[in-house]
T-cell receptor, first 111, second 111 residues
């Protein structure tokens, strides 16, 4: 089983749609979780951290389910500019902050 | 504020030639440092990470090596490049249990 698994997509959605991505992780001892966004041929950039209580940043909502070992990202009112690959990131706790990336979920928002 | 510099941005090298990619971080001390590789259309693969000077952990057997001669300097090297070494190489830093920040990446093509 991969350490971090994501549906590769692509998710093709119209502008204004709500879309949700899930990500599962294998290490129950992981302590930190993040969503990154990566545009084509660019470096990944932090979208948001994921907190145990869930957190929201504008149109983006992240949730953590420790019991089922998954995190989710919800995007409301999709914009064309949201088109990108979304990477799920989990730290592999072991006394150090080794960050493991999922392969990413591709989102394409169309007019 | 912290910044991370990675160079060169693009590189075309013949098979069998050596490689040296350099990454430096400014504005922080004792960062965790990472080298990732991303093949075309794929996710990020962790190659090396370092929690301190001279401390390098290798994640996958490969044709590459890494060194950390100074606290904020991380170097990726190869003595003889293979075609399969082509990819997008990303350096990143983090503090303990925080998100990672990426350099702009080096797109390496081995011909």
């Amino acid at each position: 089983r991969k350490e971090v698994e994501q549906d590769p997509g692509p998710f093709n959605v119209p502008e204004g749609a709500t879309v949700a991505f899930n990500c599962t992780y294998s290490n129950s001892a992981s302590q930190s979780f993040f969503w990154y966004r990566q545009d084509c041929r660019k470096e990944p950039k932090l979208l948001m951290s994921v907190y145990s209580s869930g957190n929201e940043d504008g149109r983006f909502t992240a949730q953590l389910n420790r019991a089922s070992q998954y995190i989710s990202l919800l995007i409301r009112d999709s914009k064309l500019s949201d088109s990108a690959t979304y990477l799920c990131v989990v730290n592999d706790s072991g006394g150090y902050n080794k960050l493991i990336f999922g392969a990413g979920t591709r989102l394409a928002v169309h007019p | 504020s912290q910044t991370i510099h990675q160079w060169p941005a693009t590189l075309v090298q013949p098979v069998g030639s050596p490689l040296s990619l350099e990454c430096t971080v400014e504005g922080t001390s004792n960062p965790n440092l990472y080298w990732y590789r991303q093949a075309a259309g794929r996710g990020l693969q962790l190659l090396f990470y370092s929690v301190g000077i001279g401390q390098i952990s290798s994640e996958v057997p490969q044709n590459l090596s890494a060194s950390r001669p100074q606290d904020r300097q991380f170097i990726l090297s190869s003595k003889k490049l293979l075609l399969s070494d082509s990819g997008f190489y990303l350096c990143a830093w983090s503090s303990d249990l925080t998100e990672a920040f990426f350099g702009q990446g080096t797109r390496l093509t081995v011909v």
